[in-house]
Nanobody, 126 residues
Framework: QVQLVESGGGLVQAGDSLRLSCAAS????????MGWFRQAPGKEREFVAA????????YYAHVVNGRFTISRDNAKNTVYLQMNSLKPEDTAVYYC???????????????????WGQGTQVTVSS
């Protein structure tokens, strides 16, 4: 089992940058693929980005591709989401998630992830 704790959210202006972090407990962090999701008020939780257990593969939702970067440091048990050129429509609670296994496929469905953090609020003002 793994526990996830997000941090780094806040209130920024459009065009600014933020870096979210997700710290994982446990000794097997490198056995998990990781993902970032977000949920805006009144909307379903949606996929943002995913990274393989090794960090060699990444995948992004179309709406963030080119602006957001997911990365991980297995030595620190941490996954990051660098968010640049933020827009008001990026406002949401951001969640990190972990999926067991070292498969090559990166999943975009929240149903494929086994563990979730509590979320961190990101608010982008216009």
């Amino acid at each position: 089992q793994v526990q996830l704790v997000e941090s780094g959210g806040g209130l920024v202006q459009a065009g600014d940058s933020l870096r979210l972090s997700c710290a994982a407990s446990g000794r097997t962090f490198s056995s998990y693929a990781m993902g970032w999701f977000r949920q805006a008020p009144g909307k379903e939780r949606e996929f943002v980005a995913a990274i393989s257990w090794s960090g060699d593969s990444t995948y992004y939702a179309h709406v963030v591709n080119g602006r957001f970067t997911i990365s991980r440091d297995n030595a620190k048990n941490t996954v990051y989401l660098q968010m640049n050129s933020l827009k008001p429509e990026d406002t949401a609670v951001y969640y990190c998630a972990a999926r067991s296994g070292r498969g090559v496929v990166l999943h975009t469905s929240r149903l494929r992830y086994d563990y979730w953090g509590q979320g961190t609020q990101v608010t982008v003002s216009s």
